[in-house]
């Protein structure tokens, strides 16, 4: 089966698919567009899953990213429920999972991350939580009156414990860490952090990694490095995730845990380009491709591969990394990044009061900094981290 677009093919139509079409437009592009995603639904607000929609009393659908009038208006043809299943760059040719080969003059590789799989010794897979059908399974946990077990401790782990407890579920964390977010908020935030669950009775098990996970009659024996078993009767699982980039094994494009791009977002293959949380992007600074996983850079990569795409530019996004966390009513902010080795100086507020800056650096380097409450300080250390100023500036602008 054929398809035609002749135009320029996005797949992926979320945070960076849909940004990418933004900027294709703003870039001047005006020749078909074709967005196609497997999920049945366009693209919605991600990050609220694990959030404000887990927390309601009532479930409530995600807000979708773009109405179907904006799509429109755009001239954007959305093709949900299209899996891309393969793709033949020499003719050009994306292959879905309903046997169509649709044909492309640039391609948009926006296919994100999947949660990475946690399976049972029988070879079934546990419940995590990445797309709305999974907060659909995340929101009947716990509503048996049974405990419900966390298998990690990264962001959406600790979201979806706050989420659960202020339901009144009963909640265990375990992760393989002793102070899970440590690496990236500074063990001072994460301490605090793991305060706020423990003063709303979350159960943590920490520093000991999940080995093996059983079913049984009445749950599930998840075992701990340490030899000790945790009897659970719900769970689901939040280890991170893998790029989605099966679709492209064998295709010639350069894969190395995610799609390997330039600066600018252009793959190995000319005309193929790739965004958001798929993409390897070369840094400079680090001197490797690296993925972020974050929302907002998402959004702001996205357009900026699409307007490269249009104008035919190279030009580097290149934006402070950011990225929140909502637990308890509090929301954590994070600019910049910690980096091992890094410490961390309270330079605004105090991290118990739960209304804080919290700069990361090594010697005079300003790397990150933390943000709770005071969100109009953020404008400033952007502009610190984007200058890249040190920690001296960024005491300067604390006292100022
Ligand atoms: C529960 C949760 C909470 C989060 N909270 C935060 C937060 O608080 N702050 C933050 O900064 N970030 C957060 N994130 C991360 C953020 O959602 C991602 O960084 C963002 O969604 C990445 O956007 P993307 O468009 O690159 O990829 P995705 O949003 O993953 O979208 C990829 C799209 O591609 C589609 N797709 C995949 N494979 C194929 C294929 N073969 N063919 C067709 N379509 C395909 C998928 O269906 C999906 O719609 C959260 C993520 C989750 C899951």
Known sequence: MSRTSDGIVIVGASAAGLSAADGLREGGYSGPLTVLDAESEPGYDRP???????????????????????????????????????????RRRVVTDWGE????????????????PV????????????????????????????????????????????????????????????????????????GWLL????????????????????????GYDIHLSDGRVHRAASVLAGVGAEPATGWLAGSGVALDHGVVTDGAGRTSVEGVWAAGDVAARWDPALGRHRRF?????????????????????AVAHDAVPYVWTEQYGRTVHLLGERRPGDTGT?????????????????????????????VRALRTYKKLLRSRACLNDALAAASA
């Open 293 to 313: 996983e974050h929302w907002t850079h998402a959004i702001e990569q996205g357009r900026r591969v699409g307007l490269n795409a249009a104008r035919g530019e």
């Open 346 to 374: 309270v330079v605004e507020g105090s991290v118990e009061s739960g209304d804080f800056v919290v700069v990361h650096g090594a010697g005079d380097a300003l790397h990150g900094v933390t943000v709770c409450g005071r």
């Open 101 to 116: 080969a649709i044909g492309w003059q640039q391609l948009i590789v926006a296919t994100g991350v999947a949660a990475r």
């Open 48 to 90: 609220m899953l694990s959030k404000s929609l887990l927390a309601a009393k009532e479930h409530t659908a995600p807000a979708p990213l773009r109405t179907g009038e904006q799509l429109a208006d755009k001239g954007v043809e959305l093709l949900s429920g299209h899996g891309a299943a393969g793709l033949d760059i020499d």
């Open 195 to 218: 305060g706020l669950h423990l003063a709303a009775g979350v159960d943590l098990g920490l520093g000991h990694a999940t080995t093996r996970v059983e079913q049984t009659p009445g």
């Open 119 to 190: 399976v049972t010794t029988g070879g079934d897979p546990l419940p995590s939580l990445r797309t709305r059908t999974d907060l659909a399974t995340a929101r009947r946990l716990g509503t048996d009156g049974h405990p419900v077990t966390l298998i990690g401790g990264g962001f959406i782990g600790l979201e979806v414990a706050a989420a659960l407890r202020s339901r009144g579920v009963e909640v265990t964390v375990l992760a393989a860490v002793e102070r899970p977010l440590a690496h990236l908020l500074g063990d001072e935030v994460a």
